[in-house]
């Protein structure tokens, strides 16, 4: 049996406070970089993602924003409302994945539909 020591504790704690100094360190780094003073002041559009291999895109191009009840009303941004009525046929379908063609599993994966690829 192994028994966690008071020493070990105290390491962990100074590497987690090294992490975290660390981290915020970066973070300020890169927000002075971009010119944003305050974290207030961050924006989808700052934030980059890699899609693919060698393709990009921001935060907002990924997840637009949506007006209230589009989703409902099936006027939502595409790829958002393609896995808001995804959901809705699971809820319908008893909890489980519909069916897909291939074809329509590629077309998802080529438009980097989260979770598409199996």
């Given at each position: 049996m192994v028994f966690h020591t008071k020493y070990q504790s105290t390491v962990q704690a100074i590497r987690v406070y090294q992490y975290q100094k660390t981290t915020i360190h970066s973070a300020c780094e890169i927000m002075s970089a971009i010119g944003v003073k305050k974290p207030s002041e961050l924006h989808p559009s700052h934030i980059m993602v890699r899609?693919?291999?060698?393709?990009?895109?921001?935060?907002?191009?990924?997840?637009?924003?949506?007006?209230?009840?589009?989703?409902?009303?099936?006027?939502?941004?595409?790829?958002?409302?393609?896995?808001?009525?995804?959901?809705?046929?699971?809820?319908?379908n008893g909890g489980k994945l519909p069916v897909i063609s291939r074809s329509h599993r590629n077309a998802l994966e080529y438009a980097g539909y989260p979770g598409s690829g199996h």
């Amino acid at each position: 049996m192994v028994f966690h020591t008071k020493y070990q504790s105290t390491v962990q704690a100074i590497r987690v406070y090294q992490y975290q100094k660390t981290t915020i360190h970066s973070a300020c780094e890169i927000m002075s970089a971009i010119g944003v003073k305050k974290p207030s002041e961050l924006h989808p559009s700052h934030i980059m993602v890699r899609t693919s291999g060698v393709h990009t895109a921001t935060y907002a191009e990924r997840f637009p924003p949506v007006e209230k009840g589009a989703l409902l009303k099936g006027t939502g941004p595409p790829l958002l409302q393609e896995q808001f009525n995804m959901g809705k046929l699971v809820n319908a379908n008893g909890g489980k994945l519909p069916v897909i063609s291939r074809s329509h599993r590629n077309a998802l994966e080529y438009a980097g539909y989260p979770g598409s690829g199996h």
